[in-house]
């Protein structure tokens, strides 16, 4: 139980850890992909809308043809004469209309040949796009008078930095989170030890008293019965012998919680279809006697790894829960099967629905879900957590579920 909570708590931490880490990039590589994507696509059409054909290679340009305002068409806030601008390495093709190529104009230091920036810019001629980036080439096209003009700049060494940049906050990243893995194991330890130690207080203290109640409640026992033998029939010590009855019962189930939670059974290859298959026959008589009827249907040859006297306790607290707990005349259910590697053992009576946020508590000991009932039946919110245990012990799993009217308490083991 605080093995799972320790778990919880880790998987709780590392979980809001990555998302805000995970989160926090997304935001700040996203921002940056937007902002460098927006700058790219100002220079470029700053660099095409300062581009001008050769007069021998432009035939439709009048002599004196001036540029379009005298100001190339540039954003207000854009600066042709940044660092960053006049650092960049560009690359224009011409291509007419018709296809043909009017020139390749690139830098001295341009490691692309004029075969790949021709077809390159066929290829984005004929995908139809403006802009967008092909083998770490910002391009932008632009249609001029007669020709269309596709403007490329080098992003080698900025998307070599940005992916130097990303592997380095992955590495380092990576070994923050396993630094904070081991911190968050140290803090749910520190959270949930105190718990465990109240815990396991509790459990000492209900052995410890148990163990304690045990002698004086027989030497009560004993005395009460002598007392009858010499007195006859007397209304108190009638009343003392009940209460201490009574008392012996709560002292025995004490000390069944305490022995199925802190002693480790011994395990044996037992028959579990012939163990459920005897415990249930007392009950037939049982329930007959309150006008029910156990119906029980057992799988034949399912065997688990398990103790023979826990296994039939936990069969006896389910069929009894179900008995008692029963509503009007009806059935009480019981069934065995094995499915995906596990023994399923279900009992099933017709009763009142427990509200969800209930159904975990009832397996707490000394909870029950009426809390307006007292313990007059002698039985006193032990019998679903001494089940717990026992099915804890084995590796297993219970679980209680509503449906139609009908309560049902699954029991999962694994086979053998």
């Known amino acids: ?173 990576g070994v923050a989170l396993v630094l904070f893995f081991f911190l968050s194991v140290f803090l749910a330890r520190k959270i949930v030890n105190p718990l465990e130690e109240s815990y396991q207080k509790q459990k000492q203290f209900i052995s410890d008293a148990g163990h304690e109640l045990k002698t004086p409640v027989s030497v009560v026992s004993a005395n009460a019965e002598l007392l009858s033998r010499e007195l006859g029939d007397n209304q108190w010590l009638q009343n003392i012998q009940y209460e201490n009855e009574r008392m012996g019962m709560l002292v025995s189930q004490l000390l069944d919680l305490a022995r199925t939670e802190n002693v480790k059974p011994q395990m044996e290859h037992l028959d579990f279809s012939r163990l459920v298959a005897g415990e249930s026959l007392p009950f037939e008589s049982v329930a007959f006697e309150k006008g029910l009827i156990l119906k029980s249907n057992v799988e034949n040859n399912i065997c688990v790894e398990g103790n023979s006297t826990q296994l039939k306790q936990l069969v006896s607290i389910l069929l009894d829960n179900a008995i008692r707990h029963s509503k009007d005349k009806g059935d009480v259910y019981l069934y065995l ?22 159904r975990e508590q009832i397996f707490e000991r000394f909870y029950r879900v009426d809390t307006a009932r007292n313990s007059e039946d002698k039985h006193y919110g032990l019998g679903l957590a001494i089940a717990k245990a026992i099915v804890t012990s084995h590796k297993g799993h219970i679980e209680v579920q509503c449906f139609d009217g009908f309560v049902e308490f699954k029991v999962q083991i694994p086979v053998k």
């Not at 601008?85 to 004029?114: P, W």
């Not at 075969?115 to 391009?139: P, R, V």
Request: overall charge negative; glycine content about 6%.
């Open 1 to 173: 139980m605080f093995k799972k909570s320790r778990r919880k708590i880790v998987a709780a931490i590392m979980s809001v850890l990555v998302i805000l880490w995970v989160g926090t990039l997304g935001v700040i590589y996203a921002s940056s992909y937007y902002e460098m994507k927006k700058q790219n696509e100002e220079m470029l059409q700053a660099h095409a809308d300062m581009y001008t054909l050769p007069r021998e290679l432009d035939k439709t340009m009048p002599p004196d043809r001036p540029f379009p305002d005298g100001k190339h068409g540039f954003k207000p806030d854009f600066d042709p004469q940044s660092p960053m601008f006049q650092l960049s390495t560009f690359y224009t093709v011409a291509v007419s209309n018709n296809g043909e190529i009017l020139e390749i104009k690139k830098e001295s230091n341009a490691v692309h040949t004029d075969d790949e920036l021709t077809t390159l810019a066929l290829k984005i001629i004929d995908s139809g796009k403006e802009s967008g980036t092909e083998d770490n080439l910002a391009f932008y096209k632009a249609d001029k008078d007669g020709y269309t003009l596709v403007t490329f700049m080098d992003n080698t060494v900025i998307n070599e930095n940005a992916m130097t940049l990303f592997r380095y906050t992955l590495i380092f990243g």
């Open 337 to 358: 099967t094995k499915e995906h590697g596990y023994a399923k053992l279900s009992v099933i009576n017709k009763g009142d629905e427990i509200p969800v946020e209930q």
